[in-house]
């Protein structure tokens, strides 16, 4: 009896297994789809090219052009020159050139201050700007650097370094430097003449003293003024090219500008943000600062600036 029961449930596990077996659904690979491409039928791009880029290379001159150019020096001349071997020193330069920028380099900083004479005395004061000092000075005084103070005027005081000399000039600060802090307006034409003389007094003589020496790359041309016939000539293909173009999507989207009193508007707001407690500007005062001198109307310098100076001394 036993092996009766023992046969049936074997015959019973075989056939669920069976069963299962065959019945179970079969595994499927899965399907990589790849989409087609219409060779003949290609998407447009984004944002069309710009049509002024074909011309960009009408900006620049042709190299045969250039090289047949007066004002560029040929192949020819260019290989004509030897460079130096190698460990063979190139040209030094001079004693005065040396000495010069020495000499730049000390008085970077200073600025002449004071001049005063009792009898034959005459003795300056210089400002050193960076250690926020103040030297005295007078004719042939050598400071500590090795400059000598050769020559002591109202307008300037001489120094000397070896082979090179400078004139530091008088430079007094404009009185209404001072004012114009505590009572922010806007500045005369003569205002803007004094300003500009204590900048060339303090920046612009260091600046062309530096600017002697100055030679370009080889191949390269010195720097020149623009004339006004390049200057118009430059704005006409600007115009052809650009302005044009411009000016009709100018006209396409106006813009509108706030009127005088919504400027009146926004001149207060910012005034009592950022500077709050402080007495506010007239705002039709304000207005005549369009008449200032700006990038489009900057003082130009002259013989008689470099020269002279309208501050008081």
């Known amino acids: 009896m036993r092996m009766i029961v023992i046969a049936l449930t074997c015959v019973l596990i075989v056939g669920i297994v069976l069963f299962v077996v065959l019945t179970a659904p079969a595994p499927t690979k899965p399907a ?5 491409i219409d060779v003949s039928n290609q998407p447009q791009p984004i944002a069309p090219s710009d049509p002024a880029a074909e011309h960009i290379l009408e900006f620049f001159p042709d190299p045969t052009e250039m090289m047949a150019s007066p004002a560029l020096p040929t192949i020819e ?10 460990g063979t020193p190139g040209p030094r330069a001079s004693s005065e050139e040396i000495d010069r920028n020495r000499l730049l380099a000390l008085i970077e900083d200073w600025v002449y201050v004071d001049f005063s004479q009792v009898g034959p005395t005459k003795i300056g004061r210089i400002h050193q700007t960076r250690k926020k000092e103040y030297v005295e000075i007078y004719e042939g005084k050598t400071l500590d650097n090795g400059i000598q103070v050769v020559l002591l005027t109202d307008d300037a005081a001489t120094l000397k370094l070896g082979e090179a000399a400078f004139r530091l000039r008088l430079a007094l600060k404009p009185a209404f430097f001072d004012e114009i802090k505590d009572n922010w307006r806007p500045i005369t034409r003569e205002e803007q003449q004094q300003a500009y003389e204590y900048y060339e007094r303090i920046y612009g003589d260091k600046f062309r003293e530096y600017s002697k020496g100055y030679k370009p790359p ?10 006004a016939d390049e200057r118009e000539k430059g704005r006409q293909q600007y115009m052809e090219m650009y302005g044009n173009q411009f000016m009709k999507e100018a006209k396409q989207f106006p813009v509108a500008f706030p009127g005088t009193q919504e400027q009146r508007e926004n001149y207060e707001k910012y005034w009592q943000k950022f500077h709050p407690g402080l ?11 369009d008449e200032q001198l700006g990038p489009g109307n900057r003082i130009q310098p002259s013989a008689g600036n470099a020269a002279s100076s309208n501050l008081p001394k």
Do not use: N, W, Y
């Open 218 to 227: 080889a191949g390269m041309p010195l720097p020149r003024p623009v004339s």
């Open 77 to 86: 001349e260019l290989t004509a020159d030897t460079p130096p071997a190698a």
């Open 279 to 289: 007495p506010m500007p007239d705002f039709d005062q304000m207005k005549g600062m």
């Open 32 to 36: 990589i789809r790849v989409a087609r």
